[in-house]
């Protein structure tokens, strides 16, 4: 079933157009070779996986859609917050469709990164191979030994030695691990900062894998699986002082700032998840004869597709105030923090009942729920956990109560 998309009468015309023009070649190119592309189906007397990548790309060329968070001086559509926002519900309809649009975590979040807090020298380096896919990147900031939802703790160290940083640490869940070229490290630099400051004392560093030192000891298993997400030690790695990404001490600020639209493109992306399991459970209840009667005619059935309707709308609409606040200029924490409790919560219930209504083929190779159930439920620990965001939620709500202000919901 295509993705039904037609113009929003609220949103301005360029936004309807990257809308419209997503969801065409999603519901053309795409849909159609999913199990093909994502290397589940033998391509028979048909085109190759190969030839079908290089088509769509050939057509996302054409459209003015690669790469849609950078702009087009380095390879990029130019879009803006709000507009990529809006693309992305439409991108996540389909599992595999941000990777053939040239977003893929976390090179994504990497460039963001090197474009903001980059030198020109950094951009040319590492940036401008990244976005044309000759090289591939990590982040690296988790650790096992300290909360990942404090990343003011963490523990490894940047050590200035003449024109050299020598990094000393543990990670783990550095994702895209093991193919990355490069990582972005996170380091507690000590020259950075006074006494406390521990949001001045980080800094991000540009390290190559190949450099002496960087041991990845293991892809983590994930859901019972290999992965790309590794646990790497740092042990007396040189490198250069110019791979610093902006001043010493920036780090936490330059964490923040991905993490924040991060938080917000991963819950658009969760509605356009969403999208596609209602889609498949309504379609299943028009088709699915049980007991003499097709499902959507038992109560139960019809209860599952209201309360899923209703999940979506208040995770999108939910999702998109926020987008609007931070593409005005608000301050959205308190924004930022609910939908990051609400929409994980919300994907999680819309993809059950899919999965319920499908039965046993819910949780097969067949249908994508089983990768949607995994990704929702790991969403509520990414980007910080469900009950840190909740006491930001309420330490704003009360400031302004002890502020002598009720709290502005308009």
Not at 322 to 334: P, Q, V, Y
Request: net charge neutral.
């Amino acid at each position: 079933m295509p993705m039904n998309v037609t113009p929003v009468p609220a949103l301005g015309e360029r936004i309807n157009h990257i809308r419209l023009l997503t969801a065409r070649i999603v519901n053309e190119e795409i849909l159609p070779f999913e199990r093909l592309l994502a290397g589940r189906a033998d391509p028979g007397s048909g085109p190759s996986a190969d030839e079908v990548r290089q088509r769509i790309r050939t057509r996302v060329d054409e459209a003015g859609l690669w790469a849609p968070h950078l702009p087009p001086e380095y390879g990029g559509a130019g879009l803006s917050f709000l507009e990529h926002a809006y693309m992305n519900e439409i991108l996540a309809y389909s599992p595999i469709a941000a990777r053939l649009f040239g977003v893929v975590a976390p090179n994504s979040g990497n460039q963001q990164i090197l474009l903001r807090y980059g030198t020109a020298e950094q951009k040319r380096r590492w940036l401008v191979p990244l976005t044309q896919g000759q090289l591939e990147s990590g982040f690296s900031m988790t650790e096992p030994e300290v909360a990942g939802s404090d990343p003011r703790a963490i523990r490894t160290t940047a050590r200035r030695d003449g024109d050299f940083w020598v990094i000393n640490g543990h990670k783990w869940f550095t994702s895209n691990g093991k193919r990355a070229d490069f990582l972005i490290v996170m380091c507690r630099t000590e020259d950075a900062g006074g006494p406390g400051e521990r949001n001045g004392r980080m800094t991000q560093i540009i390290v190559p894998t190949d450099t002496p030192g960087v041991k990845i000891v293991r892809g983590i298993e994930v859901w019972g699986r290999d992965s790309d997400h590794c646990e790497i030690l740092y042990e007396d790695v040189r490198v250069p002082v110019e791979n610093q990404l902006g001043s010493v001490g920036s780090g936490h600020e330059a964490a923040q700032h991905r993490l924040g639209a991060g938080r917000v493109y991963h819950c658009m992306n969760a509605v356009g998840h969403m999208w596609r399991a209602f889609d498949l459970m309504v379609e299943r209840t028009t088709q699915r004869e049980v007991h003499g009667g097709l499902l959507e005619t038992r109560q139960f059935v019809q209860g599952f597709i209201a309360d899923s309707y209703i999940d979506i709308q208040a995770a999108r609409l939910m999702t998109i105030a926020c987008a609007e606040k931070m593409d005005a200029g608000g301050d959205a924490r308190t924004e930022i923090s609910a939908i990051k409790v609400f929409v994980p919560a919300a994907f999680e219930r819309v993809v059950d009942r899919a999965i319920q209504v499908w039965g046993a083929a819910g949780v097969s190779g067949d249908l994508p729920f089983w990768a949607m159930a995994q990704g929702a439920r790991t969403l509520r620990l990414a980007d910080g956990p469900d009950e840190v965001h909740r006491i930001l939620i309420a330490k704003n709500v009360l400031a302004g109560a002890h502020a002598g202000q009720g709290w502005n919901f308009g």
